[in-house]
């Protein structure tokens, strides 16, 4: 499995909800219509005005690869050529361990408790989705969480993308990406107050259900090489 992660940086913050209503499609189509394709989507931060932020996450190599020459990558990267960036950053991330957040205790862990091997320098990705009961309960939940989502940025040592954002297509969906330096970092965030502030937002929502992932990362690497090309493959090693 393979991760990208981005954030694009819009050169008119004011002509972001008109890139997000231009991409719902795109992101659409990419789901729906390339094997291989578990997550993908670009959203606002809520805590950043001129932010894009991108998750996807791919099967393997041959379905990164095959997305990059596809018609919908094309068109993707033509909409925001259009729109304007003023700058973007990439990354790509290998995947060599993936299981739950929680525990058959719901407990939260930042140790990878279903595999016989423990790396804790390697990067974690946490990643998944809250998925509202009532759909208009979301904007305000995201605005009341820019606070803990600032200060989780902000005041973490190790948070390198700390995420809550509304799903462009999905009126119900808040999607969650997480990049955290180690398992220490990882295991400090829960037990913070930021993580508890964030839960207990959450849970003040009349009713939800979530899905939520962690990735162990042993490679990553900018998407792009130095000829600009996307490539799925790991150049760097």
Request: with cysteine; charged share 25%.
């Amino acid at each position: 499995m393979i991760i990208i992660t981005a954030t694009f940086l819009l050169a008119d913050p004011l002509t972001r909800p008109e890139a997000i209503a231009k991409a719902i499609p795109l992101q659409q189509a990419t789901r729906d219509d390339e094997p291989g394709c578990e997550a993908y989507v670009f959203s606002p931060d809520p805590a950043d005005g001129e932010k894009v932020v991108v998750f996807e996450l791919w099967d393997d190599r041959d379905s990164l690869h095959a997305h990059f020459d596809h018609q919908n990558y094309f068109n993707m990267g033509s909409m925001f050529g259009e729109v304007g960036l003023a700058g973007a950053e990439s990354s790509k991330w290998r995947i060599s361990a993936c299981e739950p957040v929680y525990d058959e205790t719901k407990t939260a862990r930042a140790d990878f408790f279903t595999s016989d091997s423990q790396v804790p320098s390697d990067p974690i990705v946490v990643a998944g989705h809250i998925d509202l009961h009532d759909p208009s309960e979301r904007d305000d939940l995201l605005s009341e969480s820019i606070p803990f989502q600032l200060a989780t940025r902000n005041d973490e040592p190790g948070c390198q993308m700390y995420v809550f954002s509304a799903d462009p297509c999905r009126p119900e969906r808040v999607e969650v990406v997480e990049i955290w330096d180690n398992m220490a970092s990882l295991d400090a965030h829960f037990d913070h107050e930021n993580y508890f502030n964030m839960g207990n937002l959450i849970k003040s929502t009349s009713g939800r259900d979530s899905n939520h992932r962690k990735f162990r990362c042993d490679v990553n690497e900018p998407v792009y090489d130095n000829d600009r090309r996307a490539r799925a493959d790991f150049f760097t090693i």
